[in-house]
């Protein structure tokens, strides 16, 4: 590979870039002190920046790579190795230049090193301290500090101290290719005297590996291959893939650790319902994100930026991500924006900066916000914290833009009304999706599918028995009925529809206490159903002590459960009771910035809601499910009693 091409031949051309123009200070915010090492130390390097000189009986000599020790005696005459002194230091020079000199300076922050970097500011620009003639400048000081340079390395990006800014050139190291992971992964086969043909198979796990390994610095990739060897994942006989992919994306999960507001998630593999528009857009534009498509190659297809999904707590956004990240067979990373706001004076945007860039580097991947609103509190105020979330926000919306790298973002809100108009305007998402109430066939298939997914665990659990354990227990937890859709749909239809809210606040508008669920409302049904039907179960063991236990085919039988279950939904609060307003205000928003339905099958239609005179055309409704018409009639009728006190008045 060409050495321009490699990681440190590209830092080497910025840095000579930002000496060309005359910039005293550069400034590598990194945590890989490697690259640094080899732009000081390496062959292709040394002499490059500046050339590397020592003193030597009254002579300038340059020194060659590989000469940066010299052996000597000690006082017992034995032979050791002494680092030579010459103009690469570690500080700046107090007061006097030599010759010209490369400063390579390490801290946490860049700010701990203003006074000392000023003081050479002053020096390499001829101003004078004060009056005082021990203060005065030689020239050949100045000379030969026009001639230096000074490199500040910090672990991450800092705010440069004001007073510096002028005389600073932020330089960042960039991402290894593809290429150089490559040669990376050679290099250590051939060191463990492996040969390249056990790729030769297995060329799709390679080019995975090199996907996978991309945001690692060059060390940690050879620390990995060292451990995926060493644990015989790779060796002479063959490739365990599981494994070999396993290792690094630990590795990768244990690197985000540190690092602030990062996650590195486990995929989850429920399923989501009533999403459908969703997942067939997944689906259709899946193939661009992988690197070697020839379709977006052949006709310069862009990869898609992001989704922004939209609705009520509890209707599946989180879990979209989730399947979001296994459609497009990317690790899924999250990014909790309230982790990186600061105390200090633009630390938040340099804490976003930052995260941003280390989530690029990791691409491809699925970058998560959930919640998005709560990071972005303060963006559309009047600078009530000061204006952070409002540069956060800036500073987000600019690396939207910007980014190429197939880094799929999917941003999740509860509440539209908190999120600022400019996140909404074309060019920031390639799609914005809302969720709403599920409608029954949704609900039904959202209950069947945790029943099923509770029988899976419960059989893993059965599997963990000995056998004659296993004998003794029910073979299933719920009986087959209860995971069909139907089951679900005659409780729904069934517990519904209620009696009217004789304690409603509104006295004009008698909404009724009907039973319409949310997702998080249907887990939590379930979780208190089954809680309540145990019980009962107890209950009856203890009065049948006496008899004989015959073993039963399953821990909860239908009628049993449904009693039960019915029980559990008319006790219960659920958010399509107790948050109409709020239904019917996040309806008006979506509407005004035209959203589009997650759900393939919406029981509302904007082309029926009139924005001027803030009402929905009410239609007849006789042909559908009982859980339909009611939800329909209760979400239309809190649109047109709510919206016009809402906003009708501000109107006028």
């Not at 990062?262 to 690197?291: R, Y």
Request: negative net charge; aromatic residues 8%.
């Amino acid at each position: 590979m060409d050495f321009a091409k490699k990681q440190v031949g590209k830092l080497l051309q910025q840095v000579k870039l930002a000496m060309l123009s005359h910039t005293p200070i550069i400034y590598i915010p990194t945590p890989n002190i490697e690259v640094i090492k080899e732009l000081l130390y390496s062959p292709e390097c040394t002499n490059a920046i500046i050339p590397r000189t020592r003193e030597r009986n009254g002579r300038t000599e340059i020194l060659e790579s590989g000469q940066f020790f010299e052996k000597k005696k000690d006082k017992d005459n034995n032979e050791v190795e002494e680092s030579i002194i010459d103009n690469y230091k570690s500080n700046i020079p107090k007061r006097f230049f030599a010759r010209p000199t490369l400063a390579c300076i390490y801290c946490n922050k860049i700010a701990e090193k203003t006074s000392e970097l000023c003081s050479f500011v002053r020096l390499y620009l001829d101003i004078k301290s004060n009056s005082n003639s021990e203060n005065y400048n030689r020239p050949e000081d100045v000379r030969f500090a026009r001639q230096s340079v000074c490199l500040v390395v910090t672990p991450s990006l800092q705010e440069v101290p004001e007073q510096l800014r002028p005389y600073v050139r932020i330089v960042t190291v960039e991402p290894l290719e593809d290429e150089e992971i490559e040669e990376i992964i050679y290099s250590q086969l051939l060191e463990h005297q492996i040969g390249l043909d056990v790729f030769r198979e297995k060329m799709d796990l390679l080019k995975e590996m090199k996907e996978s390994f991309r945001g690692l610095s060059s060390l940690r990739i050879k620390n990995i291959m060292s451990q995926i060897i060493l644990s015989q994942s790779i060796d002479f006989d063959g490739i365990v893939e599981r494994d070999v992919l396993e290792t690094i994306h630990s590795a990768k999960k244990e690197l985000l650790a540190g690092q602030l507001g990062l996650k590195w998630e486990t995929i989850s593999d429920d399923e989501v319902a009533g999403l459908d528009n969703v997942t067939e857009w997944l689906d259709k534009h899946a193939p661009l994100f992988k690197p070697d498509s020839e379709q977006a190659k052949r006709n310069q297809l862009d990869i898609p930026s992001g989704i922004l999904m939209v609705g009520i707590p509890g209707s599946g956004k989180s879990l979209m991500a989730h399947v979001t990240a296994r459609t497009l067979k990317m690790p899924l990373i999250s990014l909790n924006m309230g982790m990186l706001r600061g105390g200090i004076v633009g630390e938040s945007e340099h804490n976003m900066k930052e995260a941003l860039r280390i989530a690029e580097n990791m691409a491809p991947c699925v970058l998560w916000i959930d919640e998005i609103e709560k990071a972005m509190s303060g963006s559309n105020s009047d600078g009530g914290d000061s204006g952070v979330g409002q540069r956060m926000f800036g500073t987000f919306l600019t690396w939207m833009q910007e980014k190429s790298s197939a880094c799929f973002v999917f941003a999740t809100s509860n509440d539209i009304s908190q999120l600022p108009p400019e996140l909404f305007r074309s060019g920031r998402f390639d799609k914005k999706y809302f969720t709403f109430m599920p409608r029954l066939e949704e609900c039904a298939a959202i209950f069947s599918g945790k029943i099923r997914k509770q029988n899976e665990k419960y059989e893993e659990y059965l599997d963990g028995l000995e056998k004659k354990v296993r004998r003794t227990m029910p073979q299933k937890l719920f009986e087959d009925k209860i995971a069909e859709p139907k089951f679900w749909w005659d409780v729904l239809n069934k517990t519904c529809y209620q009696t009217k809210d004789a304690d409603n606040k509104d006295k004009d508008y008698h909404r009724p206490t009907n039973k319409l669920l949310s997702g998080a409302d249907i887990a939590s049904i379930v979780k208190e159903a089954k809680f309540e039907a145990y019980q009962q179960l107890t209950s009856i063991e203890k009065k049948s002590e006496s008899c004989e236990a015959q073993p039963m085919d399953c821990v909860y039988e239908e009628e049993s459960f449904k009693a039960v279950v019915e029980k559990v939904i008319i006790n219960s609060k659920p958010y399509g009771e107790t948050n109409l307003k709020d239904l019917a205000k996040s309806f008006h928003l979506l509407y005004q910035n035209q959203f589009t339905p997650a759900s393939k099958n919406p029981f509302l239609d904007f082309s029926k809601y009139n924005d001027d005179k803030l009402n929905y055309a009410e239609q007849k409704c006789d042909a559908l499910e009982k859980y339909d018409k009611t939800l329909y009639d209760s979400i239309v009728g809190a649109i047109n009693y709510y919206l016009p006190k809402i906003y009708g008045e501000a109107r006028q």
